[in-house]
């Protein structure tokens, strides 16, 4: 017996070290899942970039009338937002255009449920023909110093989204290289096959966000009042089995006028919420814990760019 209990010391001993060892294992595995838990909230929580105002004055930024396009339609008037410090040469053009009254009288002949209001004169005529074309403006680059308000970590399509002056973008650090993003109301320059061959037809995307656009069209502006109005316009893309919509019928453009050439009494001032605010910042990262009692089964900690409004409110005159 005496053998038994010298031969069965070790065997304790090992079966206690084993279980100590099991023990620590697991528990480095626990708490390196709950770090990396936290870790996923934290590098989507929003940390303010430098510089950024945090009174209620600051929450709205007025609109700059001569970014401010005025698109009439059968339904109503539309306010675009452009983007020169994005798309310069595409601003620059399409105001020209706008200025020329290029767009008064044409139509929106491609309109898909979902997707896009396409618009321009008619294909091959001479007011088509007769407008330069122009190099993509799908993406610029970026360096260290390069700020934007960060809305999400490893979106689907890029590394990080954001915003920069209330237009949703998106960022790949490791390519030093950022662009704006195809969510619903943005405008963009329609081309050929040919990278560089959009002229003056554009579109405006009126449903889900396709992304898979992004980078290789040039998105110029956005809607920021009348969206409505967009969304009324007749589609031409029908379903089988419905009559096909007659050209006579497709939605036309009233007048297209730069908002600082409308008569003052005409004149409609907007401000949008201010992506570089604290404020805005804060409501982002409300968005992305999603504590309110009402998410009993709360989502991953993640945000949708396209999903984020950036609200407009209307000034007085």
């Known amino acids: 017996m005496k053998f038994c209990k010298l031969f069965l010391s070790p065997l304790i001993i090992f079966y206690r070290l084993t279980l100590s ?15 990396q838990a936290k870790q996923e909230i934290k590098e989507n929580t929003i940390t303010p970039v430098a510089g950024q105002q945090t009174n209620n004055q600051d929450e709205w930024r007025t609109v700059a009338i001569e970014n401010m396009v005025l ?6 008037e539309v306010v675009i937002e452009l983007a020169p410090q994005f798309s310069p040469r595409h601003v620059e053009q399409f105001t020209r255009l706008t200025q ?10 491609r309109v898909i449920d979902g997707f896009v209001a396409q618009a321009g004169p008619e294909e091959n005529s001479s007011l088509d023909s007769s407008v330069p074309l122009l190099a993509l403006e799908g993406e610029w680059p970026t360096d ?8 999400q970590n490893k979106d689907l399509f890029a590394e990080q989204t954001g915003f920069k002056d209330g237009f949703a973008l998106a960022h790949n650090p490791s390519e030093d290289t950022a662009w704006l993003t195809h969510c619903p109301g943005i405008i963009a320059m329609a081309r050929g096959n040919d990278a560089n061959s959009g002229s003056s037809h554009f579109y405006i995307t009126n449903g889900q966000a396709p992304r898979y656009l992004d980078r290789i069209m040039s998105i110029f502006g956005r809607v920021i009042y009348g969206m409505n109005h967009i969304q009324a316009i007749t589609r031409t893309a029908t379903i089988e089995g419905e009559t096909e919509v007659a050209s006579a019928d497709y939605t036309p453009i009233v007048s297209m006028q730069m908002m600082a050439d409308v008569p003052a009494e005409k004149q409609i001032h907007l ?5 570089e605010s ?8 409300e968005r992305i814990k999603r504590d309110d009692a009402f998410f009993f089964k709360k ?8 999903q984020t409004p950036v609200l407009t409110r209307l000034l007085a005159q």
């Not at 401000?271 to 992506?275: C, E, I, S, Y």
């Not at 604290?278 to 990262?285: H, I, N, R």
Request: aromatic share 12%; charged share 15%; hydrophobic share 45%.
């Open 21 to 35: 060892l099991s023990l620590i294992i697991l528990s480095t595995l626990i708490l390196s899942t709950t770090i």
């Open 71 to 76: 698109l009439s339609l059968p339904y109503g």
């Open 100 to 109: 020329a009254g290029h767009y008064d009288g044409n139509k929106f002949y």
């Open 144 to 151: 260290k110093n390069w700020r934007f308000t960060l809305v």
């Open 271 to 275: 401000a949008v919420k201010n992506t």
């Open 278 to 285: 604290k404020l805005f910042a804060a409501k982002l990262t």
């Open 299 to 306: 989502p991953p900690a993640v945000l949708d760019v396209c």
